[in-house]
């Protein structure tokens, strides 16, 4: 099955600051990788996705993720971070018609003022 | 989130004792979904439903049944509860086989 891994449990940046999350996959053929962030107490909101095509993809908020096939990784990307960027962000990964999408164990942001 | 919603949002409930999840959509969207989310795990699978009455297993299923008998609701039955099903449960639809899931705002779940 396919399979996920964020390593980063916590990262910590500074308002104004870029910002990258890594993602890594695990799967056969080409995978629709997702990005979703959770502000605490609430469910998870989609930032963006890809599935084939452009290899940059670009999200909601100004976040964008770059698929590198070679490296099975699926980062993503703000280029200026701000305060209201603190959350969890799961990256998820799923096969041809997403009935069995995996998720990683997330990691939270922290914006330091 | 706008067109799904979870009930109870709260729950605090005795070991061995029945529990039910309930989510609730107005997207018409075929696609539903239970997850479990845990510290360090992020989001599991629980079950999933392709169609009224149409469901099949994901990758934590034991210890949890499922139902879809209208479009709209998809029940999730904790047959007898028990510690290690205490998690925060979440429910997502999708439209199709593409895209991504709209997710409830979830229902913390207490087995005492």
């Known amino acids: 099955a396919q399979s996920v891994t964020q390593p980063d449990i916590h990262i910590t940046v500074s308002e104004g600051a870029s910002l990258e999350l890594r993602c890594n996959y695990s799967?056969?053929?080409?995978?629709?990788l997702f990005w979703y962030v959770q502000s605490p107490g609430q469910g998870l909101q989609l930032l963006l996705k890809y599935f084939s095509g452009d290899t940059l993809v670009q999200g909601i908020k100004g976040f964008e993720a770059e698929f590198k096939r070679s490296q099975s990784s699926f980062n993503l990307r703000k280029p200026s971070v701000h305060w209201s960027d603190a959350a969890e962000y799961f990256c998820?990964?799923?096969?041809?018609?997403?009935?069995?999408?995996?998720f990683g164990a997330g990691t939270r942001l922290t914006v330091k003022p | 989130d706008a067109g799904i919603t979870q009930s109870p949002r709260h729950k605090v409930t005795e070991t061995g004792t029945p529990v039910t999840l309930r989510c609730h959509q107005t997207?018409?969207?075929?696609?539903m979904y239970w997850y479990r989310q845990d510290p360090g795990h992020g989001l599991r699978l629980i079950h999933y439903s392709y169609g009224v009455k149409d469901t099949d297993k994901g990758e934590v299923s034991d210890g949890y049944s499922v139902s879809r008998s209208k479009t709209e609701d998809f029940l999730l039955t904790l047959e007898s509860a028990t510690s290690s099903q205490t998690s925060v449960y979440f429910c997502a639809i999708s439209e199709s086989g593409e895209g991504g899931y709209t997710f409830g705002s979830g229902t913390r779940l207490t087995v005492v």
């Open positions: 997207e018409n969207h075929r696609y």
């Open positions: 799967y056969g053929a080409t995978p629709y």
């Open positions: 998820a990964v799923a096969k041809y018609n997403n009935n069995d999408m995996r």
